[in-house]
């Protein structure tokens, strides 16, 4: 069956470390790999696309990786900080569907601590 | 500023009753609008994909008649959730897909609406 997991356990960090978010996949084939953040009560937004012919991309403080091999994406936040406190979703887009269907996975919970 | 709105952000309805949700696209055309529902601690499901000017798209699951999808302009988009019952309160978001060419990094999510149905 087709899955997308995300770590389910909350993940609670110091400021100033790295966080580091796990997105693996199953009996997909994304064209694309985003994350997103969300906060309470609030809709997604949009962080960092990734293709599938990339191995790695960074904006800023966040550092996203795609291994098509292992099926994985890894979401990484360096220097992190109590704002960084958030959900965070990886989305899947499927091939010859730009822009059309995301399928997400259930989100990690990140709380960074001062 | 917000690209996207959604109108209301929170609403309280007796069981039984409809309850519309509007999505508007602020700055740009519209062609594509995605309908999704989140529950608590859950992900966000597909619920429906409208284009404008024709019938929505339903996942698989999803009742078409009881989820009334309007896309009636480039710039509006609305869901009505018809005969309302407590299992339908939920968190409901609208996506957007401009309708300019626009690079796959764009991407536009309303602000959602949160439902709670008594």
């Known amino acids: 069956s087709q899955k997308i997991e995300q770590n389910s356990e909350a993940l609670n960090i110091q400021e100033g470390k790295t966080a580091t978010l796990t997105c693996n996949y199953t009996n997909y084939s994304p064209a694309y790999l985003q994350w997103y953040r969300q906060d309470p009560g609030r809709g997604p937004v949009f962080l960092l696309l990734?293709?599938?012919?990339?191995k790695e991309k960074r904006k800023e403080r966040l550092k996203v990786t795609f291994d098509t091999t292992l099926k994985q994406s890894l979401f990484h936040i360096t220097a992190s900080q109590p704002a960084d406190s958030a959900t965070y979703l990886c989305a899947l887009n499927m091939i010859y569907n730009q822009g059309g269907k995301l399928i997400f996975g259930q989100g990690t919970e990140l709380s960074v601590k001062p | 500023g917000a690209v996207v709105s959604q109108h209301p952000s929170w609403v309280i309805c007796k069981s039984g009753t409809s309850v519309k949700i509007e999505c508007r696209s602020l700055?740009?055309?519209?062609?594509?609008m995605f309908w999704y529902r989140q529950f608590p601690k859950q992900s966000l499901m597909l619920m429906a994909t409208?284009?404008?000017?024709?019938?929505?798209?339903?996942e698989q699951g999803v009742e078409k008649d009881k989820f009334l999808i309007n896309h009636a302009s480039l710039t509006l988009s609305t869901l009505t959730v018809t005969s309302a019952h407590p299992e339908d309160s939920s968190f409901y978001i609208c996506r957007l897909k401009p309708h300019a060419s626009a690079t796959q990094e764009t991407q536009y999510f309303g602000p959602g609406t949160r439902l709670l149905v008594l």
């Open positions: 700055d740009f055309q519209a062609t594509t």
């Open positions: 409208s284009n404008e000017g024709s019938k929505a798209t339903y």
């Open positions: 990734i293709r599938e012919n990339e």
